[in-house]
């Protein structure tokens, strides 16, 4: 296995590094905002910042870099789009479009129709349209198949009715992706259809759940007689589980986790070196510690590997399942871990939630809180595990 670049990816990673060390705005070197949010601020140098990125990356054809370039898109091979995500999240500058570009363009070429890849793809690449995801209900997450919103065929168009949770994003979203049960009398995954909704249309409501980190992020949301036209389903009636899977296949082969991981590791190592640094780590008054620290450094490296085998797969033209979920899974608890290490080291300092006395402007302590979700987010890790028990190792059903 040789995990250096050829002389062509090589190439490819200098002309990613150039763009960003010169078109990304201050805004995001300074870790500051999130694309996502900011196309909406009312502050218009943040709304600046958010265009200014999103033109630079246009300008490449790398606002959706996976997409083919008939659509629109960068055409990257997975290799390049793996290198690109790479320095993208090694320079922490934020991908734009969301989850359009990543999760829902990518469906839509898959599965869509021609008029709704003419109609929506567009719109993404443009930056006007930011989408979301209604998934989850409160009484379907992880067995997201007993969901139980209602979309009813009336003519030309479906009426939904139902409640979602959890929605990502819902509140600064221009369109949501839902999943609605159109067969109640067929078995839980052949009843489904996948819709797409334009968010001001009469009878939805949005309201936001505030995370225990003071934060708006996930929100809960209610279809009332809410009507999309038929035209806005993607794929066949009562077939849309299908097309959901195909999606949360794309948002669980996450390649950058690695990235981030090593980041926090190194930034954290740097720190407790640092006058600051040694006045409020344990660190070096601990062995327990340190075998921790470097067993989540170890891990790391695991979870690199993890990424390099998911890219190599699609590189050859097929398509991650059990690998996505197993990635999936590792890197949601490592982030869990590294953040119980980090706020570990920190001690009692790891208390304090923010200001001077912070250590690293208490960035472990902050992540030690939001990341409980990172477990139940885009399935949970009992759902990955049945997956990789089912269909990477064979296993029966209990």
Known sequence: ???????????????????????????????????????????????????????????????????????????????????????????????????????LGATLIVHGSEEQKAEHLPKILSGDVNWRQGYSEPGSGSDLASLQTRAVRDGDEYVINGQKIWTSGAHYADWLYVLTRTDPDAPKHRGISFLLVDKSTPGIT?????????EHEFNE??????????????????????????????????????????RNITELLDYVKTPEGKA??????????????????????????FSFRIISMQNSGQIPNYEASTAKLFNSELNQKLARTGTKIFGLHANVWSGDPAPMKAKFTH?????????????????????????GLGLPRG
């Open 367 to 391: 992540s030690y809180v939001t990341s409980v979700s990172s477990t139940i987010a885009a399935g949970t890790s009992e759902i990955q595990r049945n997956i990789i028990a089912t269909r």
């Open 206 to 214: 949005v309201r936001p759940l505030v995370n225990m980190a003071f």
């Open 280 to 305: 409020t780590s344990r660190l070096d008054d601990s062995d327990t510690l340190r075998h921790e620290l470097a067993q989540d450094y170890v891990e790391t490296e695991v979870l690199n590997n």
């Open 221 to 262: 949301t209610f279809f009332e007689d809410v009507r999309t036209p038929a035209k806005n389903r993607v794929g066949e009636e009562n077939r849309g589980w299908y097309v959901g899977a195909t999606l949360l296949d794309f948002e669980r082969s996450n390649v950058d986790g690695a990235v981030h991981s090593r």
């Open 1 to 103: 296995m040789d995990w250096n670049d050829s002389p062509e990816q090589a190439a490819f990673r200098a002309e990613v590094q150039t763009l960003i060390r010169e078109k990304l705005p201050e805004r995001y070197q300074q870790g500051l905002g999130s694309w996502d949010y900011d196309r909406k601020s009312e502050d218009p140098d943040v709304r600046k910042a958010a265009k200014d990125w999103g033109d630079a990356l246009a300008a490449r054809g790398w606002f959706a870099p996976q997409w083919p370039k008939e659509y629109g898109g960068g055409g990257m091979s997975p290799m390049e789009l793996f290198i690109f995500r790479q320095e993208m999240a090694l320079a922490d500058a934020p991908h734009v479009g969301g989850q359009g570009t990543r999760q």
